[in-house]
């Protein structure tokens, strides 16, 4: 089986993950929090975690947590040759150039998404783009009250599918006097309730309406989707992986 620890453990993704790993098993979690297990799964400081992954003898991690920890654990598996699944969001363009020197030394795969619905929406949103070329776009993202990101890391990668193909400026939250360019896209983020994640690309024109959308309706798809990239990045040579990687494979 393959050995696990999740960065995270004591959030909601981390538990997802602890509770979806039945091919795998999780045997050390990362929280600063002062808490000694969660589902007997035993937690170590981040700032320990070089030291744990050998302890326990770890064969990838998996990371759902802050920008900062996963930097920390990221530098960690550097130290300790551990391979990392990488699924926090919000990462700045320093945080990413450090992930991306961390693949250097390890096999490294980051994904805003776990959930193959949203590879398919992906492939959709850049043949409808391409293919409806002058057609306004908006994208819409919806999240649980307690995410902190804003937007989604998925509607990010969403943009930049989109961009990819057209040259759209983003415009984040219309308000006020807010005329429309027809080279623009808004984006915009609602948070509400324990709403799992929902997106939406309209793409308007022509006396037509085009809506492509994803629901996720449980955790347990992204814990699951992050499971199966561990499973497939363990004894992979250093470099950088997605999740499409896994998913084509
Ligand atoms: N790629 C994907 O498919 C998905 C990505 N996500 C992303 O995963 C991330 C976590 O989401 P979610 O579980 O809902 O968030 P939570 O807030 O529920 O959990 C965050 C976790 O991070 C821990 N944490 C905080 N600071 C650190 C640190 N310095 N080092 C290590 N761990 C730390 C927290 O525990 P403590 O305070 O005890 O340290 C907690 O366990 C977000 O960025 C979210 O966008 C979410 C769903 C799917
Ligand atoms: O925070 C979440 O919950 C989610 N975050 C990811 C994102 O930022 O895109 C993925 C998913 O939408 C759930």
């Not at 530098?75 to 926090?88: I, L, Y």
């Not at 984040?172 to 690309?201: N, T």
């Not at 309706?217 to 499409?244: H, M, N, P, Q, S």
């Amino acid at each position: 089986m393959t050995r696990v620890a999740v960065n995270g453990v004591t959030g909601q993704m981390g538990g997802a993950v602890v509770e979806a790993a039945t091919d795998s098993e999780v045997v050390v979690g990362f929280a600063t929090s002062e808490t000694d297990a969660v589902d007997g799964v035993p937690i170590v400081d981040p700032a320990d975690a070089a030291e744990a992954l050998r302890e326990y003898d770890v064969d990838v991690v998996v990371d759902f947590a802050v920008p900062e920890g996963a930097l920390t654990v990221a530098e960690a598996c550097v130290e300790a040759g551990v391979p990392m699944v990488v699924g926090t969001t919000g990462f700045d363009d320093d945080g990413l150039a450090r992930l991306r020197n961390a693949s250097d030394e390890i096999p490294l795969l980051k994904a805003t998404n776990f959930s193959q619905g949203i590879q398919v929406l992906q492939r959709l949103v850049s043949e409808a783009v391409a293919t409806l070329d002058d057609y306004d776009l908006e994208l819409m993202e919806t999240h649980h009250n307690r995410k902190v990101d804003a937007p989604s890391g998925t509607a990010n990668s969403i943009l930049d599918v989109i961009q990819e193909e057209r040259d759209v400026e983003p415009v984040y939250g219309r308000e006020g006097h807010a005329p429309r360019d027809d080279d623009e896209i808004g984006v915009f983020a609602r948070r509400a309730g324990d709403i799992r994640g929902e997106h939406e690309l309209v793409l308007a024109g022509n006396d037509e309406v085009l809506s492509l959308s994803h629901r996720a309706e449980d955790r347990g798809v992204f814990a699951a989707g992050a499971l199966d990239a561990a499973t497939w990045l363990v004894g992979r040579d250093a470099g950088w992986y997605e999740f499409g990687d896994v998913v084509d494979a």
